[in-house]
């Protein structure tokens, strides 16, 4: 049966609205993947905020929302003088959950809303932000699939395979163990900066239209891209010569493919220790 879990229920959770004598907007729910003998899938998505994501020894997954304090005084004019605006209490935070998958989201749209989400270690994860946001993942080991338009993304002590976007933010992630997969990290405006195990096999595919790329392991570079012709002049059309910026390597003797690409920002690809 189809699962669905909203802080203002009381469905068998741990629900809290925390401190709110205080004024503190924050809520906390406790969900249980339905086998938890299984590594589960968390999908989150907010529309304002940061989403961090931590693994942890246990069996359930635990979410906390907290809403950001709104800086601005603005007022609605007349309408609202001789008035107290009366703060929200509530993040909107809602979970669902079935088949070992958990989407994890948050209704507010004027206010930021950040999640701080505690996984069993072996999850896979599937996040995304669109403003004023981070995305942090921390110690998991699994399938990560981040997209994150307005900040930057930080991943440490990740082990299986990443497929990462920042649009406008750098990134920095750190691979202890590799799954033989097709990994891709890509930015916009930013720095991408990624360090694997010093023992990965793969096939490197670069590019960076407005920075460099380094790396200290000792890359094979493949040949230079070959020039790509199109005429069609026969048909009244045009004659184009194109050569493509990417450039290719392998690592260890070649493996998977790991792609980087990114526009304005250098790329680091890095070996650990």
Not at 147 to 163: P, Q, R, Y
Request: glycine share 10%; net charge positive.
């Amino acid at each position: 049966m189809r699962g669905v879990y909203q802080v203002c229920c009381a469905i068998s959770l741990t629900v809290g609205a925390l401190a709110l004598a205080q004024g503190a907007a924050e809520d906390r729910v406790s969900v249980a993947f339905s086998d938890p003998a299984r590594p589960g899938l968390l999908k989150a998505h907010v529309m304002n905020g940061g989403i961090t994501v931590k693994g942890y020894q246990g069996r359930e997954v635990i979410i906390e929302a907290r809403l950001r304090d709104r800086e601005s005084t603005r007022t609605e004019g007349p309408r609202s003088e001789g008035m107290k605006r009366l703060n929200l209490t509530s993040t909107g935070l809602s979970v669902e959950e079935e088949n070992n998958v958990m989407s994890v989201g948050a209704s507010t749209m004027a206010r930021a809303v950040d999640l701080n989400i505690q996984v069993p270690v072996r999850t896979s994860l599937k996040l995304s932000t669109l403003n004023d946001g981070n995305v942090k993942v921390e110690q998991i080991s699994g399938e990560l699939e981040i997209n994150c338009l307005n900040g930057s993304v930080t991943l440490t002590n990740i082990s299986g395979s990443v497929v990462a976007h920042a649009l406008n933010g750098p990134m920095v992630a750190t691979l202890n163990k590799v799954d033989p997969k097709p990994m891709s990290f890509s930015s916009m405006n930013g720095n991408i900066d990624v360090t694997f195990p010093p023992d990965i096999r793969a096939n490197l595919k670069m590019r960076t239209d407005m920075g460099d790329i380094y790396s200290d392991f000792d890359v094979k570079m493949g040949d230079s891209p070959k020039a790509v012709t199109e005429d069609s002049r026969n048909k009244s059309g045009r004659y184009r010569v194109h050569i493509d910026k990417t450039i290719y390597g392998t690592i260890n003797g070649g493996g998977p493919e790991i792609q980087f690409k990114n526009f304005n920002g250098s790329i680091y690809v890095r070996k650990g220790k």
